[in-house]
C-alpha cells in the first residue's frame, strides 16, 4: 500500500499537472476537438475491465489535439480510412493497434484522457494517455512544442485512478485495476528526437549500448511505479524499425529503399535489453504479468513477406512529399496516395492501418508471426480469468 506521503506527494504533482493542461485545454479552446470515436459493438462480456494506454504518437488517440505542437493529427488525410472517416489524432490513414486490441477485448475505443470530461463512466473502459512526440525521456520530442512524457503520462493515471477511489472506494478500484490490461508503447523519439539529434552532447557521452541501458531502467522504474499502483497486466511493444521509415531513407540518401542499418541495430538492442528486463521484472514483482512485444520482428517479417501480406509499395509513404515522401510532412490531403491499403507506410514515419491490423493479430494471438514473450494477449487475459 501507498504510503500517506506518497499519495500526498502524487495528488501535488498531478495538481500541477493537471492545471497545466486546464490551461493549456482553455488556450486551445478555439480548435475543433476531434469527433468522439465510438466502436463497432462490442462483445457483452469483455476479456478485461479495462485498456490503459500509454505511450507515443504509435498509440496517440488525440491527446495532442489539445496541446501546442507540431506533432499533430487532427487533418485529413489523417483518418481518411477510420471508421468515422474523420481525422481524430490517430497517426494513421485508419485505426492504430489498440483500436483492435479493444475490440479484441471486448471493449470500446479507448478515448483520449484530454478528450473526455473526466467523468468516471467514461474512464471505466480505459482512457488513453498517449502523447505523440514524447518519450522515456522527459525532454525528448521537446523541440515539436507540447507533449506529454511517460512520467507525466503515469501521473495523469494516477490521477484516473483517485477518481476511481472516490467513486467505488479503494478495493473495488484495485480490483478493476488489477484486472485491466495496461499497454505501453514508447521509446522511439529517445532516439528520433534525442539520440539521433545529439541533443546535450549526448552522442558523445553515451554510446548507444549505454544510452540504451538508460532507457531500459528508466522504463523499468516506472513499470514498477505502475505495479505500486496496483497494475498487474502489461504489454510492452519495443520499438519498430524506424531504419525502414520513409523519413530516414530520404534523411540518409538511401538509393534503393535498404533500410539504414545503423538505426535498426539501436531499435533492436533496445528491444533485447527491454525484454530481458520484462522477464527479470516479471520475476521480482509477485502477481505480475508482464510481457514484451517485438513489434520490430513482426514488421521485419512484413517487409521481407510483404507481397504475401498484399503490399506493393514498401518504402514509400502513402502522404508526403519528396523521395521516399519522406522529406516533407504529410500536411493535406492533396499529398496522400489515392489506397494506403497496398502502402506499409502511411507518412514519413508510421505505418498504415493495414500493417497496425497485422501488428495488432500478432500480439493478440501470434496470428502471422510470434512476436510477444513469453506468451500472447490473449493467453495472458485467458490466464487471468482462471
Ligand atoms: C554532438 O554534439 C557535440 C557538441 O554539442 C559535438 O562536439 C559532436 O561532434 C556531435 N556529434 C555528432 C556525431 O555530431
Ligand atoms: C501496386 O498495385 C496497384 C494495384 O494493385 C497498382 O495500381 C500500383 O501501380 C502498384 N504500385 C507499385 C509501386 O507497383
Ligand atoms: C485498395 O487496394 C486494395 C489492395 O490492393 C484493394 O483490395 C482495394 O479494393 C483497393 N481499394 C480501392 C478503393 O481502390
Known amino acids: 500500500m501507498m504510503s500517506v506521503r506518497v499519495i500526498v506527494y ?12 486546464v490551461e493549456s485545454r482553455a488556450l486551445l479552446q478555439f480548435q475543433d476537438p476531434s469527433p468522439p470515436s465510438t466502436a463497432p459493438s462490442s462483445s457483452p462480456v469483455p476479456l478485461a475491465p479495462a485498456l490503459f494506454v500509454i505511450g507515443d504518437s504509435s498509440v496517440d488517440c488525440g491527446t495532442n489535439n489539445f496541446l501546442g505542437t507540431f506533432a499533430r493529427a487532427d487533418h485529413l488525410p489523417y483518418g481518411k480510412d477510420f471508421d468515422t472517416h474523420q481525422p481524430t489524432g490517430r497517426f494513421s490513414n485508419g485505426r492504430i493497434p489498440v483500436d483492435y486490441l479493444a475490440l479484441r477485448l471486448g471493449l470500446p475505443f479507448v478515448p ?4 473526455q470530461t473526466g467523468a468516471v463512466e467514461d474512464m471505466i473502459q480505459g482512457v488513453n494517455y498517449a502523447s505523440a512526440g514524447a518519450g522515456i525521456i522527459l525532454s525528448s520530442g521537446s523541440e515539436l512544442g507540447q507533449h506529454i512524457s511517460l512520467t507525466q503520462q503515469i501521473q495523469q493515471f494516477t490521477d484516473t485512478l483517485q477518481q476511481f477511489i472516490l ?14 490490461v495496461f499497454y505501453i508503447s514508447i521509446g522511439i523519439n529517445d532516439y528520433i528526437h534525442y539520440y539521433l539529434l545529439n541533443v546535450s ?4 557521452l553515451y554510446l548507444p549500448w549505454h544510452f540504451n541501458h538508460f532507457l531500459a531502467s528508466s522504463l523499468k522504474q516506472e513499470i514498477k511505479n505502475l505495479y505500486n499502483l496496483n497494475v498487474r497486466k502489461v504489454v510492452i511493444t519495443g520499438l519498430a524499425p524506424i531504419g525502414c521509415a520513409p523519413h530516414y531513407l530520404w534523411q540518409y540518401g538511401s538509393g534503393n529503399g535498404e533500410c539504414v542499418e545503423q538505426i535498426n541495430d539501436m531499435a533492436v538492442e533496445f528491444n533485447f535489453l527491454t525484454r530481458y528486463m520484462v522477464e527479470n521484472l516479471a520475476e521480482e514483482l509477485p502477481g505480475a504479468n508482464i510481457i514484451f512485444c517485438d513489434v ?7 517487409l521481407k513477406n510483404h507481397e504475401r501480406y498484399g503490399f506493393n509499395v514498401t518504402s514509400d509513404a ?3 512529399l519528396g523521395k521516399y515522401k519522406g522529406w516533407i510532412m504529410c500536411l493535406s490531403p492533396e499529398m496522400a496516395c489515392s489506397n494506403a491499403s497496398n502502402h506499409i ?6 505505418p498504415t492501418d493495414a500493417v497496425n491490423a497485422i501488428l495488432a493479430d500478432n500480439i493478440w494471438n501470434g ?5 510477444c514473450y513469453p506468451m500472447n494477449l490473449e493467453d495472458m487475459v485467458n490466464r487471468m480469468a482462471r
Open 345 to 350: 507506410w502511411w507518412d514519413q514515419f508510421h
Open 296 to 302: 520490430l520482428e513482426g514488421s521485419m517479417d512484413i
Open 367 to 371: 496470428r502471422h508471426t510470434k512476436m
Open 112 to 115: 483520449s484522457y484530454l478528450g
Open 167 to 180: 467513486n467505488m472506494g479503494e478495493d473495488a478500484a484495485t480490483n478493476h485495476i488489477s484486472n485491466s
Open 318 to 320: 502513402c502522404c508526403g
Open 201 to 204: 552532447n549526448v552522442d558523445n
Open 10 to 21: 502524487l495528488l501535488s504533482t498531478v495538481l500541477v499537472v493537471s492545471s497545466t493542461f
